[in-house]
């Protein structure tokens, strides 16, 4: 499965370049700036590209038609997010060019604001909360500086005015109770008709369900991902899909993406890269999920091309059943380095997997295909543009992992990047117990740090095994933050594992307690930095840490293993014993198995309903409190660098250059005007 691990950068320690031999190269030194931005709870940084200009030209020339591909798909994915989303975001953007009035009052400021705000998201609704963006300027001033601009210059659908087009997208801004929430995951309720994403129309959840269901054969032992690429709809009172494709949904995006990768796969680094674009291809003409397991099958076996990719309908998470796919994609090249790290890792799978604290039946007897490298992203689009993972580990079907394996991902340009903007920012200071967790984050935190990271997508991610007759969505809306638990406890349980000093991969048997502290201290506490006072917890991965964190605290008690501490009227995590923590891990990753292995949902709601979703308003407080004193944004995002062809009076292609120029608002601007086809629709 996919996972999109987030940092709260603030969190990390110190880490030296690794990359200092190519950086400079590059126009990467100590002037580099990586703030670009700062806005609302948002920073938005650069991240750098080293060894780029090392390329071969045909490497770069690749990685240029695969950053137009990656670029093409944005549009989709703010359709998929809401229905109302590119008109809002267009007619936002039509504002913002061509206001002719005062743009120095507090509501054009608030406007302004507003537009970094839904270009953040990706849509209307927070990127990391999921719940509304609420403007803090007024409907009247809205509709003023809307119809104030030349309607020539407004991209008003076609027949429709102004004031037509305000009085459809107004209520949806501005009333709190409409599409509250992109995505829903309350207990009790229809998921489907309650959630703001656009994967659904006129359809409740358990017609939602049947239908999927009756598709579904339990004896069929590599099913395709139903319903990955489409959205469910009621047509003359009968359930039906509307499938993404050329011809399609989105066949204006998918058009140019295909174009794209028509291009790169002239110019694959090998005739396996080669079938892996034409596959895709395939794919994204037709439709059709066999040929995207074809397509993933490739990909996972590709271990070779210095260049990569991710593109097409992957991640789930943002559809509350689980099985719909957001639009994303990622351009990278192997750090050859770093991967060393990587490999030691995926070279001991089996080891790992026979020693997992886990039942013997839940276990891989033969772990196949495991690959892991460290690498660089040239490119980020769709989901993970402007905010990014950290790591990735793909393909999502358990079948594919089972019979082919696994391809992992650590993006440590990425890290270095959240790494850097973070330095001397105040955060370790105020929240960590004393000056002995401060100097364990500061000599072992960048290696834990990306080592957890490793763990969770190389291992993590693939380890165990579903029994027979189990589907992939047998958890339903708990199977993403059940999933992300799953692979974080791996990786906790063995960096505290003698097995790590052995392989060289930490310096010595003290490194693991600088993550065990920092984790707990965010899943127990700084990551409610994320959440608006009174509101529950509701992103996967904020319920996955938080879970971990309150389960290990709570069976601890009677051994006082983690406690909070009151010093000066603040609170801290304190870790009193790092070894029983690391059995209560254990433990707790047996369990997660278990339920995983079984499709156990009953199991899974117990555990995420009573440790991963309620908030301690006090201690909430408190925490805001303190991180608001630091003045620190607890929301990162990136621009993405830009990429120019260079060519001769013939059209050969000669170079391809990198600049980091680009700010956060001329980009979105550009993207806008550059790869926005789709057409506006109710």
Not at 21 to 37: K, L, W
Not at 480 to 506: H, N
Not at 625 to 648: C, I, M, W
């Amino acid at each position: 499965m996919l996972t999109t691990v987030v940092l709260l950068a603030a969190c990390n320690g110190n880490k030296a370049d690794k990359s200092q031999q190519t950086a400079a190269d590059d126009g990467i030194d100590s002037t580099f700036e990586y703030t670009v931005d700062k806005f609302a709870d948002i920073e938005i940084l650069r991240y750098p590209v080293p060894g780029f200009n090392s390329l071969s030209l045909q490497q770069k020339e690749l990685i240029y038609y695969l950053s137009q591909a990656a670029l093409e798909g944005r549009d989709i994915l703010w359709d998929q997010h809401n229905r109302y989303n590119l008109t809002i975001r267009r007619v936002c953007e039509g504002v913002y060019e061509n206001y002719m009035g005062d743009k120095e009052s507090e509501e054009w400021k608030n406007f302004e604001t507003y537009l970094k705000q839904i270009w953040m998201a990706s849509g209307i609704h927070h990127h990391y909360s999921e719940d509304k963006i609420m403007p803090k300027f007024t409907e009247e001033y809205f509709r003023k500086i809307v119809k104030s601009v030349d309607p020539g210059r407004m991209p008003f659908r076609e027949g429709m005015a102004a004031d037509e087009t305000l009085n459809e997208i107004v209520p949806v801004m501005f009333d709190p109770k409409i599409m509250p929430k992109r995505i829903n995951q309350s207990a009790g309720v229809d998921l489907v008709t309650t959630s703001a994403v656009n994967f659904y129309e006129g359809v409740t959840q358990k017609e939602v369900e049947e239908y999927y269901n009756a598709m579904k054969d339990p004896k069929d032992e590599t099913p395709v991902s139903y319903g990955l690429n489409s959205k469910v709809v009621k047509k003359d009172g009968v359930v039906t899909e509307e499938v993404y494709k050329l011809g399609g949904m989105y066949d204006k995006a998918i058009a140019r993406i295909i174009g794209w990768l028509e291009k790169a796969a002239v110019v694959a680094d090998n005739d396996k890269q080669k079938l892996v674009i034409n596959t895709l291809i395939e794919y994204y003409k037709t439709g059709d999920l066999n040929k995207f397991d074809d397509y993933s099958v490739l990909w996972v076996q590709d271990t070779e091309s210095k260049v990569d990719f991710i593109n097409g309908f992957i991640e789930n998470y943002t559809d509350p059943l689980g099985m719909k796919a957001t639009w994303e994609s990622m351009v990278n090249f192997k750090n050859e380095e770093a991967t060393k790290r990587t490999e030691i890792i995926s070279n001991n799978a089996q080891w790992f997997e026979d020693n997992s604290p886990v039942d013997k039946q839940f276990k891989k007897e033969t772990v196949k295909g495991v690959s892991a490298k460290v690498i660089t992203a040239a490119t980020l689009g769709g989901d993970c543009y402007p905010a990014t993972p950290i790591g990735i580990n793909l393909p999502n079907a358990n079948w594919i992992r089972r019979d082919y394996g696994s391809k992992s991902v650590t993006i440590e340009n990425i890290t270095d990047a959240y790494d850097k903007a973070a330095e001397g920012n105040g955060f370790k200071e105020e929240f960590m117990w004393s000056d002995e967790e401060r100097a364990l984050a500061k000599k072992y935190g960048s290696i834990t740090d990306n080592l957890h990271t490793d763990l969770h997508e190389c291992l993590g991610h693939g380890s165990g095994k579903m029994l027979p007759g189990v589907s992939d969505d047998a958890l339903k809306a708990y199977g993403s933050p059940i999933e992300e638990t799953r692979a974080d406890l791996f990786g906790l349980y063995y960096l505290g594992d003698p097995k790590m000093v052995e392989l060289g991969l930490v310096p010595d048997s003290n490194a693991y307690k600088a993550q065990y502290y920092t984790y707990l201290m965010n899943g127990l506490m700084t990551q409610l930095t994320r959440i608006q006072p009174g509101k529950d917890i509701e992103q996967a991965h904020m319920r996955n840490r938080a879970l971990i964190s309150a389960w290990v605290m709570e069976k601890g008690k009677p051994d006082n293993v983690v406690e909070f501490k009151q010093r000066d009227g603040k609170t801290y995590v304190v870790i009193n014993d790092y070894g029983k923590l690391r059995n209560l891990f254990g433990q707790l990753l047996a369990e997660v198995q278990r339920i995983k292995s079984t499709g156990d949902e009953a199991a899974a709601r117990n555990l995420v309903e009573n440790y991963a979703v309620k908030v301690n308003q006090d201690l909430h407080k408190e925490v805001l409190a303190r991180y608001e004193k630091l003045n620190l944004a607890p929301y990162k995002g990136f621009v993405n660098p830009v990429y120019t062809l260079v060519t001769d009076k013939n059209g050969k292609v000669t170079d391809v250059t990198i600049s980091y120029n680009e700010n956060y608002v001329d980009q979105q601007l550009r993207y806008s005007r550059q790869y926005s086809v789709l057409p506006l629709k109710n």
